[in-house]
């Protein structure tokens, strides 16, 4: 028996590791099945939260298109910058987005980041609305922040993310 690891068997023995597989660890070996998550269905007050974000997301991808038509069709003064400027309002849609569906699944990881665009979409709604006096698109983004953060503060929703 010199040379074999013994094995639960008596009767058989079991087969020798290798020492590379003893030194650098062996293949690894079938994870356990997760446990199935239960999938109910979002709170009201989330799931309005979920398209209220969806709807700014939108409503960002549509002026990155626009910022990109005025890009090419003009004669920005630099079109590096003018370009970075579509690519930043891109991203913002593209984090809005994901946090839509954040929004929509309860994900435990997407309040925070929501809370925070929302103050700072608030910032540049206040920007737009009083200082650069255009209230017809400062005030409906002021408007969808607040709805927002009211919406993400009902017990209803405090509560589907306290539980996740």
């Not at 209803?156 to 589907?160: F, K, P, T």
């Given at each position: 028996m010199a040379g074999q690891v013994p094995s639960n068997r008596d009767d058989v023995p079991a087969p020798r590791r290798p020492r590379a597989e003893g030194l650098l660890g062996g293949a690894a070996q079938p994870a356990a099945p997760r446990p199935q998550r239960s999938r109910e269905a979002a709170?009201?007050?989330?799931?309005?939260?979920?398209?209220?974000v969806a709807l700014e997301a939108a409503a960002l991808a549509g002026l990155a298109l626009v910022l990109l038509f005025l890009t090419l069709t003009g004669s920005p003064d630099s079109v590096g910058r003018a370009l970075a400027?579509?690519?930043?309002?891109?991203?913002?849609?593209?984090?809005?987005?994901?946090?839509?569906?954040?929004?929509?699944?309860?994900s435990g990881w997407v309040r925070g980041p929501v809370i925070v665009l929302q103050v700072l979409l608030g910032v540049v709604g206040y920007s737009v609305a009083f200082q650069a006096d255009l209230p017809l698109l400062g005030v409906p983004l002021l408007a969808a922040v607040a709805l927002e953060l009211y919406l993400l503060a009902t017990p209803?929703?405090?509560?589907?993310f306290f539980e996740r």
């Open positions: 709170p009201v007050a989330v799931r309005r939260a979920a398209l209220v400027e579509v690519v930043y309002v891109g991203l913002a849609a593209a984090l809005l987005t994901a946090a839509a569906v954040g929004l929509w699944r309860v209803e929703a405090r509560l589907a």
